[in-house]
């Protein structure tokens, strides 16, 4: 899992094995009234990782749930991907 952020856009993008988790913005105005502000919470577990995404208006959604398997991570049947 790669987590990174700078880009004031939440996305969650799968590249094989590979999860790359980028948070949004809560204090930037550039893209107001186009993206919610929003920031992640990452809660990481010793068999499992979940990830939300959390606005200022509190609301909170799940936007992937990981079970860990070993050194390595399965993800969940249900793949939870950015609704747009």
């Not at 004031?8 to 893209?31: F, K, M, N, Q």
């Not at 939300?52 to 793949?79: H, M, Q, T």
């Amino acid at each position: 899992m790669v987590l990174c952020g700078h880009k004031h856009v939440p996305y969650l993008w799968r590249i094989e094995d590979l999860l790359v988790v980028t948070a949004g913005t809560v204090s930037c105005l550039r893209l107001r009234g186009i993206i919610e502000p929003s920031y992640n919470i990452i809660y990481i577990r010793e068999k499992e990782i979940d990830i939300y995404r959390r606005s200022p208006f509190d609301r909170i959604e799940k936007i992937l749930g990981v079970k860990r398997i070993g050194r390595k991570a399965k993800l969940c049947e249900k793949f939870i991907t950015e609704k747009r």
